[in-house]
């Protein structure tokens, strides 16, 4: 197999970064000695920050990059992550770049194992925990992570058993964020509307019996520290069948205050003045009279409990603290008032962050800020090893952010290999990892398998008039690649 690699498009995100074309040299990759030739290095993870480290790591002339990943399919976060309403991606290859699915790095190969093979190890795993809210109530049915509904819908196998219960008829979302206006807006769409998206079937029929009418989105500070962007809060005021709810007195005086900010916050703040306190057109008055459907945002308010059920067995709303701020610009905090207030809910979804998880016992952790501790990529105290992405720096900005981020992380592991602070000599790369692997059962999925189920995938959707149907069983992909 001609091992490949894949780059990405589509997104307004993303500039459209090139590989250099085949047989340039970057200025910076003339002096690498002989015996470095061909410098072997993986990667783990296939979500953005593996991608875009990859491609930064194929500047060098000569370097072979292996990407492993979980999964047996790849692109991670773009997947599994992005709403099925947003876009797709596109991939096109690369001959020095090959995709190992299926292998699961701190259980089928270990760390020190990958670099014994490899001159470098990169770590671009992401963040695959939620944070716990850690308030009593939070294990009831009817509670849930965002995170873990956002898997469910998109296809993502552990979350497969996930069964939300959708016959309330209001939603309680704690965070407000991008993730947390996603599953706002999935929650809200008529389904019609998502029946051309690659939603999973399974997803797509238990939206289909939703009661939801209502979704309350919950912020323990105010409209001008909101997490989501304006796209997405576009998306959400202009949003078929829905109408805003937005309390003309949380954002007095507002409009003085955001004189000072910055840009965007600034156009962000102003959608959302506008929404609350300017009476609509005829044309928008009338769109909101007709919905059936509504969504609010509720600022000051920080949770204190999930309030349980007559019979204790479900979750039935959530205890909210009123809060205020203190402190300016990032140092503003919200401290509770004594005030309390009950809102009435039959589904919690906890969306106030992801956190990463350690991979492997010889890899630094910091469980505190959930990321691998490092300086500029270079992972502290172990010498070769290298980070990107949410691992690096912990879980926040959009995909812009991480494709600098881990081109710098590149670049930091390519000066290194310059300088000859990495192990000379010839290293084996995946031919070592494959025989181990193959020692211990493990089938990985190359990225032509991924091609097949991809096509299968594909082909699936295409009797409903989807982009695809995605296959969420590990067990059923491996079954049609004949492992």
């Not at 998502?194 to 409209?223: F, H, M, N, Y």
């Not at 701020?325 to 992801?354: F, H, K, N, Q, W």
Request: aromatic letters at 6%; glycine letters at 10%.
């Amino acid at each position: 197999m001609a091992s490949r690699c894949w780059r990405w498009w589509g997104w307004s995100a993303w500039p459209r970064t090139r590989l250099p074309p085949a047989g340039s040299t970057p200025s910076f990759c003339h002096h690498f000695s002989t015996q470095e030739k061909t410098p072997q290095i993986c990667v783990v993870g296939s979500g953005p920050a593996g991608f875009y480290t990859a491609q930064h790591l194929l500047k060098h002339p000569q370097a072979h990059v292996d990407i492993y990943e979980k999964q047996p399919v790849p692109f991670g976060l773009v997947r599994f992550g992005v709403a099925p309403d947003h876009p797709e991606v596109k991939t096109a290859h690369s001959g020095r770049c090959a995709f190992w699915g299926n292998v699961e790095v701190g259980r089928d190969v270990t760390v020190p194992e990958l670099q014994e093979a490899y001159h470098a190890v990169v770590l671009s795993y992401g963040a695959e925990d939620h944070r716990a809210l850690e308030i009593p109530g939070e294990e009831l049915p009817g509670v849930c992570s965002a995170r873990a509904f956002v898997g469910w819908y998109n296809g993502l196998p552990e979350n497969q058993e996930l069964e939300p219960d959708l016959s309330c008829d209001t939603a309680v979302i704690l965070g407000q964020g991008n993730v947390a206006l996603d599953v706002a807006r999935i929650l809200l769409t008529p389904p019609e509307h998502l029946e051309r998206t690659d939603i999973t079937k399974a997803a797509l029929g238990v939206l289909r019996q939703s009661r939801v009418k209502t979704v309350w989105l919950v912020g323990r500070r105010g409209p001008l520290q909101v997490a989501f962007t304006i796209k997405e809060l576009r998306e959400m005021i202009q949003l078929p069948g829905a109408r805003p709810i937005l309390d003309p007195v949380d954002f007095l005086g507002l409009q003085d205050k955001i004189k000072e900010v910055p840009r965007p916050r600034k156009r962000l703040t102003e959608l959302l003045l506008r929404t609350a306190t300017e009476k609509p057109g005829p044309a928008e008055a009338a769109r909101q009279a007709s919905a059936s459907r509504a969504w609010g945002l509720r600022f000051f308010r920080s949770p204190q409990q999930v309030l349980p059920s007559p019979d204790g067995r479900r979750a039935a709303g959530v205890r909210l603290a009123v809060t205020r701020l203190e402190g300016v610009d990032e140092a503003t905090r919200a401290v509770p008032t004594g005030d309390m207030e009950d809102l009435p809910c039959g589904l919690v979804l906890s969306s106030i962050g992801y956190k990463s998880r350690p991979v492997d016992p010889s890899v630094p952790f910091d469980s505190k800020l959930g990321v691998i501790p490092n300086v500029e990529g270079r992972v502290m105290d172990v010498p070769g090893l290298y980070c990107s992405g949410w691992v690096k720096r912990g879980p926040t900005g959009v995909i812009a952010t991480t494709m600098t981020d881990s081109f710098l992380t590149g670049q930091m592991l390519l000066q290194d290999l310059k300088a000859g602070l990495l192990p000379s000599g010839p290293r084996p790369g995946y031919a070592a990892i494959q025989a181990l692997l193959s020692s211990r059962g493990v089938r990985p999925v190359s990225f032509s398998d991924w091609e097949k189920l991809d096509a299968e995938e594909v082909a699936r959707g295409q009797g409903t008039g989807k982009p695809r149907e995605k296959l969420v069983d590990p067990q059923e992909m491996l079954r049609l690649l004949g492992h």
